[in-house]
């Protein structure tokens, strides 16, 4: 997705919202936040921006109309409802009682929903705003995770002055929900982290371990309890310098956002949320031709500061231990709660080696 014609406009990126739910952690908690992600994400951002929209007959909504009409800010509001038994959807225009079939459907976590508006711009062609609501179930031999998405483009959620609306949304779902992961950032329907595309890292291998190693960072990032905990919780995240907003989400879990705005999220706010977050990362040196534009990571390997902080400040007895029990690529609970007060000095460090 993207906006530009070939006269000279410049090119949109889609700003993409992602958290993910464990399933067999608590299916009951990821299944009530999946359904209020769908009910309040329509009704407070669909119907913010399509609200005349959602009164007109499916047919009126249907993408096909949108298209073959082209009429100027016309609306196309489309489902994807999951089959009870099957691997398959339905696909269909919105109507208020298959509305409240999709959000039912959940209850069986099923391989995904969504919920997509889509409009016109003013001389009817395509090219208008675009929100997605999202779920897409993942499976593995490890477990079931949800990952729960939204996407838009060309909205005012997008816009720096606009963002507000979305990320109060976005907290009040993520504070029932107990995330293993969240962020904000600029992507179009993966299911990768930023921090991952950059590693070339699966989700099917990360989700299974991602209360232990983050699977990434970036403008806004939930951090899993158990990590923010480990990075020394609450006032040690705040006191970093690295996040302007930090707060202990209800269920668990912590909001950390960077800069004011995503459009302030530079190569020198990546490095300061990396310097923070690096005991948590696991190994691997990122490539940002992986990467779509806008988006900023650090491009130092997150292995190479922990190892020297490890160097540095580990005390020799410890090395024995954990070299005992075997290194699993990200540094354990007790190397994280030794390892954060002294970040910024190794940062130092390896910048003179």
Not at 5 to 18: N, S, T
Not at 102 to 107: A, D, K, R, T, Y
Not at 167 to 188: D, K, Q
């Amino acid at each position: 997705m993207g906006d530009g014609d070939g006269r000279g406009q410049v090119r949109l990126p889609v700003l993409q919202v992602q958290f993910c739910l464990a399933v067999g952690e608590d299916r009951g908690r990821a299944v009530t936040a999946v359904q209020q992600w769908f009910r309040e994400g329509f009704a407070q951002l669909g119907r913010a921006l399509y609200d005349p929209a959602t009164r007109l007959a499916p047919a009126e909504l249907h993408v096909e109309t949108r298209l073959a009409r082209r009429v100027p800010h016309a609306v196309s509001i489309m489902l994807a409802i999951p089959q009870r038994g099957v691997d398959d959807y339905l696909f269909t225009a919105y109507s208020p009682a298959l509305f409240d079939a999709l959000v039912e459907s959940l209850v069986d976590v099923p391989i995904g929903a969504h919920v997509s508006f889509t409009a016109n711009d003013a001389d009817g062609d395509t090219d208008g705003s675009t929100l997605l609501l999202d779920v897409d179930r993942i499976d593995s031999d490890a477990g079931t995770w949800l990952l729960v998405r939204l996407l838009t483009l060309r909205t005012p959620f997008a816009a720096t002055d606009g963002m507000a609306p979305l990320l109060a949304f976005v907290r009040s779902v993520a504070n029932l929900a107990n995330p293993m992961h969240g962020e904000i950032a600029w992507g179009n329907h993966r299911q990768e982290s930023v921090f991952e595309l950059a590693i070339a890292a699966n989700p099917k291998r990360t989700l299974a371990h991602a209360r232990q190693t983050l699977r990434g960072y970036s403008w806004l990032t939930i951090l899993p309890e158990e990590i923010g905990q480990h990075l020394g919780g609450l006032d040690a995240l705040r006191s970093s310098g690295a996040f302007v907003e930090v707060e202990h989400l209800d269920a668990g879990g912590f909001w950390c956002r960077a800069t004011p705005s995503i459009m302030e999220y530079d190569w020198a706010a990546a490095e300061r949320v990396f310097q923070v977050v690096a005991p948590a990362l696991p190994p691997g040196q990122p490539n940002m031709r992986r990467v779509p534009q806008p988006n900023a990571l650090s491009a130092r390997n997150a292995a190479h500061l922990q190892n020297l902080v490890t160097r540095l400040h580990q005390p020799a007895h410890e090395r024995r231990h954990e070299h005992a029990l075997g290194q699993r690529g990200a540094v354990g609970p007790l190397k994280l709660h030794r390892l954060f007060p002294y970040v910024l000095l190794s940062v130092r460090l390896v910048r003179e080696c």
